[in-house]
DNA sequence: AACAATTATGTGTTCGTACACATTTTTTGT
DNA sequence: ACAAAAAATGTGTACGAACACATAATTGTT
C-alpha cells in the first residue's frame, strides 16, 4: 500500500502542491476545476496526511496543568501522580509539559487558592478533580472565559464547560458493590452503608453510589435486606462503629463508599464472634492488606492511574495530531479480590 | 521549559550541527576537546531529541502480519480483531500497515500454511497466538531466522524467539475461578472442571487454568470439595454432561476453562431443581445472555481485544520512536458478574 | 618543508506538511 | 482594447534530525 503525499496528488491531478494544500485546508482560492480534480483524488485514494510531518510543522509548545488532591493527605490519590508521570515521560518528546498542583482534599478554599495560581500560568489545558461540586463550577467557568480546556477525572460533573470527562459511572459502581453484597450475605440480615470522611452533600459520588446500592437492592433482590445509611468523620468512627455492631447482631453487610474502608475492617476484626462481609473502594496498600486476609471481601477499583494518564493521553493526541476527543470516558468497574488484585496494582 | 535542538546545542559548543550529531550518535571522528564539550552540554541540559522529526526522516513503511484463529469459526476471537482494526486506524497515518491471516483453530495444518505464507511476505513482524504449543514453536524459529519479530499474546510459550507477550497469568486465572467458585458454593460439595472442545495436551491455556484452580482450593480451601475432571467435545456434551448430572445430585459448581461455557450453561438450566454455580470465561454475546440471567455466575474476562491492540502498540511505537518493547505485558484478570459486563464490552 | 594520509569539522539536502510570498492567469471597468 | 484589480496558481522555506558529502585541520613521511 502506498503511501501518497501532497508532492505525490499535485503531480497526479497536475497542479502544484499549494493548490493541493489549499484544497486540502479549504482555504479558498482554488478553481472549481482544479478543486473538483484535487478532491476527487483525495478521495479515490483515500489520502491520509503524514501526522508526524504535520506535527513536526506545528512545533508548538502545549501546556497542560494537573489540579488534584494532594495524595500526602489522602493516598487514594497517589496512583493520580504515577498516571500523571507516566504521561509525561511518554509526551515529553512531543513539546508538552505538564505540571501538578495539589490541593488539600478536605478544604475549598485551597482548592481555589490552586485553581488561581493555574488560572495566571494560561495553560493549554487543566486536568481537574471536581472533588468539590460547588467550587468546581465556579472555577470552571473561569477556565472557559478564558478559553482553557477542561478536562476532569474521578467525579462526574453535567457543566457544558467541560471538555471531557474520564472516569467511571458511579451509580453502577453502588449496583455492583449491592450484586456481590448480595451473593455473600444471607437475605434478612441487615447491610449498612457508610460514608467516610467527606462531606456528603458537596460530594457527588458518595450519593451516586448510594443510590445505585440501593437500587440494586430494590430492583432485584425486592429488599431483601435491612438497609441503613450512616455518615461518618473518621475520627468518631471509633466510638459510633462499634456502638451499631453492640446495639443490633444482625448486621451481616458493610459497604463503605470511600476508600477508607480498611479503617472499618480494622475495627470489625476485632468482633471475632460476627461474620461481616466488607466492600469498599479502592486499592490502598491498606485496604489490599485486609484484602489479603479476608476482612475485606472485596474491593472496587476505581484506576485513579488510568483515569489521569487516559485523560492525558486524549489531550496529548488532541494537540499533537488532532485527534478529537471523547466527551465521555466510562473505565471499566473492577471488581477486585484477594486473588486478582495483582494485576490491578502492577502497572 | 526550553526544548532544545540540536542547531541550538551546537551553537551553544561553538560547534556544527554535525558534530553534534556524531556525539549523540557515537559516530566518532570527533575530537576529545569537542566531545567533552558537547557531552557536558547534552547531560546538563538533558537533551531529549524531537522524536517527530527523528520519526519524519526514518520514513520506512513498516509492516505486520497478525496471524490469529478465524473468528467466523469460534467468536471468542472476533475482538481480537477490533483490536488489530483499532491499531490499523490509529497507525496507518504513521507509515505502518497491519495485515490479518486467519487459520482454523482445531486444525494444525492451516496454522502451518498460514504461517508459509506470511513468512514469504517478510513482514518487519509478526504477532501470533500460539494455540498450538509444538507448531508453534516450530514456525517461531523460521522467523527468528529471518530476523522477524515475533510478538504472542494470549497463549504463553516460554522460548527465546519470542521478543514480547501480552496476555494473562493463566494459572493465577484458575485461582481467581477457585476463589470465587468457593464464595458462592456452600462446603462440601462436589465441583467439576469441564474442558470443551480443545485438545488439551497441545493446549496449554487450559492446563495452566486448571492446575491453578486445583491449586487454590487446595492451598486456601482445604480442600473441602470434591474435584472432578472432565475434556468433552462440545458434540458429546449434550449427552455426557446430563448423564454426570443425573448421576451425582451433589454438583454444585461447575468450571468450564474455556468461552464455550454458555454451551454448559444450557445445558444446566433444564435441570430446574439442581442450584448450580457456573464460572466460566469471556464475554461472549452467548455468555453474556446467560450472565445477565444469573444462569451463569462470574466469567472471567481475558481481554483479547485489549491484547491485540497493545501488543500492536507496542510493536508500532518501536519501530517508529524506538521504544524498546517490555518482554512481557501481562494484563488484569477481570472478574465480570450480570452488573459489570458492560464495561467491558463498550470499548 | 612539502605533500599525502588521516582525522576532524562544516555544509547542504531530505523527509511531508504548512504557510508566506512571488508569479501567472483571468476578470472587470472604462 | 488595455490597464488595473482580483483570482488562481506556483515556488521556496521552515520545522528537527539524520546522513552524505565537502572542506578544513592535524598528523605522519620523506
New binding site residues.
Partial sequence: MK????????KLA?????????V??K?????????DKVTKLLEEID????????S????KNYHICVIQPNPEIDPYWQPCIDGVNQAINEYKSF?ITIDSYFFNHADTYSFLEVNKDVLKQQPDAVLITPVFHKESVEVIKKYNANNIIVSTINDPLELNGITNYVGQDLLQSGRIAASLMEMIVPKNKEIIIIHLDEVFNNSIHMQLKEKGFKNYLEQVSNNNYTLKTYSFQQADLDKELPNLLNKSNNISGVFVTTSKVYSVAKIIKNFTDLDIKIIGYDLLDENIKYLKSNAIDFLIHQNPKHQSYLCITQLAEHFLF?KKIPKQKLLPIDIVNSENFDGYTNN
Fill in positions: 503511501k501518497y503525499t501532497i508532492k505525490d496528488i499535485a497536475g497542479v502544484s502542491k499549494g493548490t493541493v494544500d489549499r486540502i485546508h482555504r479558498g482560492k482554488v478553481s472549481k476545476k482544479a478543486l489520502y491520509q496526511p503524514n501526522l508526524i510531518a504535520r513536526l510543522k506545528n512545533t513539546g488532532d
